[in-house]
């Protein structure tokens, strides 16, 4: 139509979308001054998710204003998908939203850097992320909607290992398994039992002779009694990043 602009969307995106509208091709009116990426997210899809966009097969940007008749592609963004880091960075850093607590505490059992808490607001998080230059990930598309985030992503399912599987997918971090408390994400060093015996239960120092503590909170870890549930997830994620590589 001469008044209406022809979106289609990747099938990776397609869960974005009202499921009313979940056709391979979306028509939307044209009132010449909306921007490409306003129109995409007027479907319901963040602009953190997409990737490359095209008018009748040429590369274009989320500012482009298209013309009316135009047919635009909007695909999904690539994976595994290039964070900046810093100079002494080997992985993203992250921040999680409020509702992904299990997630963050699993990413933290793999090493990655990732805040979280349970009390912050999104225009906090978003503040926290820009400052830190953390990933936000959530399952919230407002979040994701909002202008002044850096870099967010969108997180994909609703269990907690299929969460973990969409996130070691998206950005293939480098993993070092139990290096972080998962209480607070400090970093753990290498602990002398002589040490902390005095915080030790009697049972716990006659089965256990290597421990870490947190540098920052304090916290003792020691390979116990959910170490087989643990060692499962860090199994699971080291096969996943092979099988990728």
């Not at 969409?166 to 480098?174: G, K, Q, T």
Request: with cysteine; hydrophobic share 35%.
């Amino acid at each position: 139509m001469e008044h209406e602009i022809a979106i289609r969307v990747a099938d990776e995106l397609m869960m974005f979308l009202p499921a009313s509208r979940r056709e391979p091709v979306s028509s939307v009116p044209w009132d010449g001054t909306s921007t490409l990426g306003h129109l995409v997210e007027s479907l319901g899809v963040p602009l953190p998710e997409v990737g490359a966009m095209t008018v009748h097969g040429t590369p274009v940007g989320p500012s482009t204003r298209p013309d009316a008749g135009d047919e635009v592609d909007v695909s999904a963004v690539l994976r595994p998908q290039r964070v900046p880091l810093e100079p002494d960075q080997v992985a993203p850093r992250f921040l999680l939203d409020v509702h992904l607590g299990t997630l963050a505490r699993r990413m933290r059992l793999l090493g990655l850097d990732t805040a979280y808490h349970n009390d912050m607001d999104d225009p906090e998080l978003v503040v926290q992320a820009n400052r830190e230059r953390r990933v936000l990930l959530t399952q919230d598309r407002g979040l994701l909607r909002r202008r002044a985030l850096w870099f967010g992503a969108y997180v994909r399912g609703s269990r907690p290992d299929d969460q973990l599987r969409d996130v070691l997918d998206r950005f293939a971090p480098a993993l070092s398994p139990w290096t972080r408390c998962t209480a607070c994400n400090g970093e753990l060093a290498p602990v002398d039992k002589e040490d902390i015996e005095r915080d030790l239960e009697a049972g716990t120092r006659r089965s256990y002779d290597v421990y870490g503590r947190c540098a920052d909170c304090g916290r003792i870890y020691w390979r116990g009694a959910h170490s087989d549930h643990l060692e499962r997830i860090v199994q699971e994620a080291r096969a996943h990043g092979n099988a990728r590589s």
